[in-house]
């Protein structure tokens, strides 16, 4: 009898010692938590197993209506309500959603995001391990498909805490099925940032469709799938879907409703092809064969661009031929009287602002001297000389009569006029009219042997392109002149221009040096002993197209011969290419001053990522390049600061359709 007491006494502890423990860690969940709650979770976490274990501690609920859960959460338009999609046991996606129901937000924290602190997620594992453990009946195989559920909801919970990581000890079949389940779910919603609140990854269905194109095409060159008709057939057809799908998708809004199932049914056939073809080698090689015939396709095709992009650059549109033809008509059919401009008498007044422009194209002259006056403090102290060539001469005349820019003073003169410009006096002139040049520019056949393409544009054949270095002979009673390019906008009064102290320069520009293309080495031949012997190949360039040049200083130093003696050098294009630039470059060698840089921003008609900012603080603004704003190739980002200056309601403009 003495003996059965601690038998007893041992007895009783082995049995009330687990209800007491488990009684105490009921104790420590939550209390915001209701028993429903909890008792669902218990559930939840019993489904691990083929069959619902018994708890020892709590009542059996009989019900064999929960199922596993799929582990994505989606958020509804409320912020405090979320539905849990739910599979089935087989496989087979559930119809029914479970929605939880609204709770305080630090409710639905401690719920849904799994934010609970690291106390009551240990002692959740102790109860899940509990479970698991009592399933010690089952077959192994019951066994190793608990531990996967396991594992996966482990994953399942970093996937809500929004610490999404690679688990690279993965095998490859169940990578393959997260795919088919998970991913287009993933992909239909996409995350969302919180402090912005803008979707992160707008674009991944896009980059993933397209991704699943290549894949596509892969496996149709592949031996092992092209054996099989049937795949191949289907594989076509849902080649064809994704690009009705894709069409011109840049971000996954553009896309239509149906593009979710159009990628399921895409990655279920990939899987076939995978299963059918499994030589990785032939896989790669395949993939390199495609790379190196991508990239010999892009080399082609960047050339017929540089090539095309010329071609566009030389070719005048119909609006702007129509044109010019309309107001010669008008023009001609004036009095005497009539085709005169108004302020003569301040041509050749040194005391005002005298601006050069030299060009042929009616349209771009008027947006220079339209924005010019129009941001000028004072107008009338501006005088605007233009030289155009004997086609245009009375088209611009007839512009400006019947667009008068306002108080300013204007004149218009015609190439032809200026006698003394002949073959004798320049080198270049003569130059021009040899038949060497003119086969030069006019031969396609010669088009193949010189990569650089830009240097054959035939605007180098006209003599306007090379008038600025004659500045001091077509106004000999200036002392200083401003030259404008016809490609150029004003944005800003330049009366500050004239009060410049050019400290003895002749030349005042903008200087190019923060990129190596505009140095002097890009523009020279410094493989020639002539250049190398005079000139630093690392010397900053300048532009043209808004310059200061004193024509004072310029007689003085006299830079028209220098000019000459080093065209002459180059009679035979060995030290420069034909241009303006190498030549300006070579002539006002040691006697440019650099401007500051707010002056003249550059790059608009080639370079898509000039700053706005830049832009905005200009006082002149250069299209340099072949996309000029008045083309189509002109870029439509930058074409309103040119565009806002044509008055496109003018009647010779409606009359031969040129619109914004």
């Known amino acids: 009898m003495v003996g059965r007491k601690p038998v007893l006494v041992l007895l009783c502890f082995t049995v009330l010692a687990p209800i007491v423990l488990y009684t105490d860690r009921l104790s420590s969940f939550p209390g915001s938590l209701s028993n429903n709650d909890f008792i669902e979770d218990v559930s939840n976490v019993q489904a691990f197993g083929n069959e619902v274990g018994k708890l020892n501690a709590l009542p059996q609920e009989l019900t064999n209506v929960v199922k596993e859960p799929i582990g994505i959460v989606y958020p509804d338009n409320s912020s405090n309500a979320y539905q849990i999609w739910v599979q089935s046991r087989d496989g087979s996606a559930s119809s029914n959603a479970q929605e939880v129901p609204q709770r305080k937000s630090g409710e639905l924290k401690s719920r849904m995001l799994s934010t609970m602190d ?14 698991v453990n009592k399933n010690i009946g089952k077959d192994d195989s019951e066994k190793s498909k608990a531990e996967e559920e396991s594992k996966e909801l482990g994953s399942q919970q970093t996937e809500l805490n929004s610490k999404p990581e690679k688990e690279e000890g993965k095998s490859e079949k169940k990578s393959e099925e997260t795919t088919h389940k998970v991913d287009p779910e993933k992909l239909q919603t996409a995350p969302k940032d919180r402090k912005s609140g803008s979707t992160v990854m707008s674009d991944a269905r896009v980059r993933h469709l397209r991704d699943q194109l290549i894949r596509a095409k892969v496996f149709l060159g592949l031996g092992a799938t092209r054996t099989n008709p049937h795949y191949i057939r289907e594989l076509r057809l849902r080649i064809r879907e994704v690009q009705r799908t894709l069409g011109d998708a840049t971000k996954d809004s553009d896309l ?55 071609l566009a650059a030389k070719t005048l549109p119909k609006g702007l031929h129509c044109l010019p033809l ?49 941001n000028a403090k004072h107008p009338s102290n501006h005088v605007f000389h233009i030289v155009t060539d004997r086609l245009n001469y009375a088209a611009m005349r007839m512009w400006f009569l019947s667009n008068p820019p306002g108080k300013a003073a204007i004149q218009v003169q015609n190439i032809e006029e200026f006698t003394w410009l002949n073959a004798s006096y320049s080198p270049v002139l003569k130059q021009l009219g040899s038949q060497s040049m003119i086969d030069y520019y006019f031969r396609t056949h010669r088009a193949n042997s010189d990569p650089n393409l830009k240097f054959r544009n035939p605007k180098y ?44 320069k002749v030349n005042g520009a903008v200087e190019t040096c923060g990129e190596n293309f505009h140095r002097f080495d890009r523009y020279l031949n410094f493989s020639n002993p002539l250049i190398s012997k005079n000139f630093d190949p690392h010397s900053c360039g300048w532009a043209y197209g808004m310059n200061v040049f004193d024509l004072a200083e310029w007689r003085k130093q006299k830079i028209t011969e220098v000019y000459h003696s080093w065209q002459r050098l180059n009679h035979d294009r060995l030290l420069w290419k034909l241009g303006t630039l190498p030549a300006g470059l070579i002539t006002f060698w040691n006697r440019t001053f650099p401007l500051n840089r707010s002056w003249h921003v550059l790059g608009l008609g080639y370079n898509p990522h000039v700053a706005p900012r830049d832009i905005e603080r200009a006082a002149v603004i250069h299209y340099n390049g072949n996309m000029k704003p008045w083309l189509e190739i002109g870029m439509p980002k930058y074409r309103n600061y040119w565009s806002k200056y044509v008055n496109y309601d003018q009647v010779f403009l409606r009359e031969c359709n040129i619109s914004p």
């Open 118 to 131: 690291e106390r009551n997620l240990s002692e959740k594992k102790g109860v899940i391990e509990q479970v």
């Open 256 to 310: 239509p409703r149906n593009a979710n199932d159009k990628l399921k049914a895409m990655e279920q056939t990939l899987a076939k092809g995978k299963q059918i073809q499994d030589d990785c080698a032939a896989v790669i090689k395949k993939l390199r064969a495609m790379l190196h015939s991508t990239e010999e396709q892009l080399r082609v095709n960047k050339k017929q661009e540089v090539f095309l992009t010329q």
């Open 326 to 374: 309309r107001l010669s008509t008008e023009y001609f059919s004036l009095d005497p009287s009539q085709q005169q401009f108004p302020n003569q008498e301040k041509l050749e007044d040194p005391k005002l602002y005298h601006y050069a422009l030299f060009s042929d194209n009616v349209l771009a002259a008027a947006v220079v001297v339209n924005s010019t006056v129009s």
């Open 461 to 504: 054949l006209s003599i306007l392109n090379h008038l600025r270095f004659y500045l001091p002979e077509i106004f000999p009673k200036l002392n200083k002149v401003v030259f404008l390019d016809d490609d150029i906008v004003v944005q800003k009064d330049l009366s500050g221009l004239w009060t410049i102290d050019l400290k003895g």
